[in-house]
């Protein structure tokens, strides 16, 4: 999101485990975080393409309700999918300004 200038989607979320490579790998506990999440709030939840099975297996479209899930194989994916297609300004914040430390006869001594 901040390399991108995309903010993630709002009500949007995302459980799974990736490889270096990018390939976004199945997950335990599927029902559990899908439930998790509609209690949230949350309207989307991406998921991994192979936990598909579990999705269908475990929760009804009365259980969904209204979440959408989507499910991904790869990191450019959950980024197409996580992301919102517009990039957002981001305010430039000035760097604060600092003094100068005093070198030499003014200088604070240290007592000991």
């Not at 975080?33 to 999705?55: F, H, M, Q, S, T």
């Not at 517009?86 to 430390?101: F, G, Y």
Request: proline share 11%; hydrophobic share 40%; net charge negative.
């Amino acid at each position: 999101s901040l390399l991108s200038g995309r903010p993630v989607k709002d009500r949007l979320a995302m459980t799974g485990e990736m490889t270096l490579s990018g390939v976004v790998l199945p997950i335990g506990g599927v029902k559990e975080k899908v439930l998790g999440a509609k209690r949230a709030g949350i309207k989307e939840v991406l998921l991994p393409a192979d936990n598909e099975p579990n999705v269908v297996a475990d929760l009804t479209p009365e259980i969904l309700g209204d979440i959408k899930i989507t499910y991904v194989h790869t990191l450019d994916e959950v980024l197409e999918h996580a992301l919102q297609k517009d990039p957002v300004a981001t305010p430039i914040v000035p760097e604060p300004e600092t003094k100068p430390k005093r070198i030499g006869p003014e200088s604070p001594r240290a007592i000991h």
